[in-house]
């Protein structure tokens, strides 16, 4: 693995944003997604004094969704920045890999900055869930005179290529059993880790950690991730019964991240483009990973994304003081933070997915976002902000804090 070269001009967060995460079918069902994703760009935007008297300065919006089969259709990035009232000769695209979309588009833009092909770009994601679409496939031949069947776009495979393996097939829940079964993941420690994500994720709101990082919806009364449970207890989780399958399983609805709508923006640039935004840097880019593993195991696949990621940012795991990782299920999260070999404290400090909610193309940003400010607050150096995607993939960032970098 090689280091980027010197001649490669760093890129930086400057600010990020989201929405709260309404629950399926929540406070936010009633919210087309490309509205919660013209939300958050028009609030980073606003919060840019900058871009607030110059949109113009923005050289790119690029966004992740996951769906894209209904009102998320035809360029959400597009449509979002148009919604937005950002001038018409901004252009936009929209990256689709599933759930690793918006940090798959801050790993695309801070290329472009690297690269010099642009100074500032605007990335995010966004994801509605309760709106998703139930779609029917065409038919080969008009007048079929059997029944056809409705499909889901909520959440994961849908309309399957029967050329397709039937073991890389089977649903994210099922794989994760088949994972914990692999790396021997208890029950247990699943439902506590579950427990500690609702936990931190309520103290973090109470303290305020979430105050500058989020905004709120015009027109919905949601003033706070809506999936938080604080008054769950490992007792209660152990209680629940198993999601997929009756014999032997240990995935619950309380130890995995619930279906939510939302939307993230982070507002990436290159060092000499604090003038021209208004704002200092927060925290530098410091290296990029992706992986692939066989699709039933897609929740272990950040392991080596972050390794690699860390290789190019030339330092190690005794290096890193924090972690953002999404977590899909608890199972997932405690295989990778095990294969690791890291102080599981320093992972997701101010709750995680299973807790603040995981809508699918949001989640990248939410992530990079959360680790740029809390290393920014606390003052540490280092952070991985790490995510596993459907069909075998992880992706992961490496965030060296600013002023840390200096001292």
């Known amino acids: 693995m090689t280091a980027p070269t010197s001649s490669l001009a760093p890129s930086f967060v400057y600010d990020a944003v989201r929405t709260p995460f309404g629950r399926f079918a929540g406070a936010l069902a009633g919210v087309r997604p490309d509205d919660l994703a013209a939300v ?20 790119e919006v690029v966004f992740g969704d996951a769906n894209q089969a209904g009102e998320d259709n035809r360029n959400v990035g597009r449509m979002a920045a148009l919604l937005a009232g950002l001038p018409t000769s901004i252009p936009a695209t929209t990256v ?101 994500s609702h936990r931190l994720a309520d103290e973090a709101w109470g303290s305020g950690f979430y ?18 449970r604080p008054d769950t207890s490992v007792e209660r989780l152990a209680g629940l019964r198993t999601s997929f399958r009756k014999e032997n399983g240990t995935v619950t ?50 392991v080596e994304a972050a390794n690699r990621a860390l290789a190019r940012a030339g330092i190690s795991w005794d290096d890193v003081e924090e972690v953002e990782l999404n977590e899909a299920f608890a199972a997932q999260s405690l295989a990778c933070v095990d ?24 989640s990248g940003g939410r992530i990079l976002g959360t680790l740029a400010r809390s290393l920014q607050r606390s003052g540490k150096r280092w952070g991985v902000a790490a995510i596993c995607i459907g069909v075998g993939q992880g992706l992961a960032v490496v965030l060296e804090n600013v002023s840390e970098a200096k001292a």
């Open 40 to 59: 958050v760009v028009e609030a980073i935007v606003a919060r840019a004094p900058g871009l607030r008297s110059d949109a113009t300065r923005i050289d």
């Open 339 to 362: 294969a690791w070999g890291i102080d599981p404290e320093i992972v997701n400090p101010h709750g995680g997915a299973i807790a603040i909610g995981h809508p699918l193309g949001a």
């Open 211 to 228: 105050d500058d990082l989020t905004v709120a919806v015009p027109g919905v009364d949601l003033a706070r991730d809506e999936s938080i």
């Open 253 to 302: 609805a309380g130890n995995a991240s619930p279906l939510n709508d939302g939307a993230s923006a982070v507002l990436l640039g290159s060092a000499a483009a604090a003038d021209r935004i208004g704002l200092a840097p927060i925290a530098r880019i410091a290296g990029r990973g992706a992986n692939a593993v066989e699709p039933q195991f897609f929740g272990y696949a950040p």
């Open 96 to 196: 689709n890999r599933l759930c690793g979309s918006s940090l798959d588009a801050a790993m695309f833009a801070s290329r472009e900055i690297e690269v010099g092909d642009a100074d500032i770009v605007l990335v995010g994601g966004v994801e509605s869930m309760s709106r998703a679409p139930w779609v029917l496939p065409k038919t080969e031949k008009p007048y079929p005179a059997g029944n056809l069947s409705l499909a889901s776009t909520t959440l994961g495979w849908r309309l399957v290529n029967p050329n397709m393996p039937a073991e890389w097939t089977v649903s994210l829940g099922e794989a994760t059993e088949q994972l914990r079964e692999k790396y021997d993941i208890s029950r247990e420690r699943q439902d506590a880790f579950a427990e500690r």
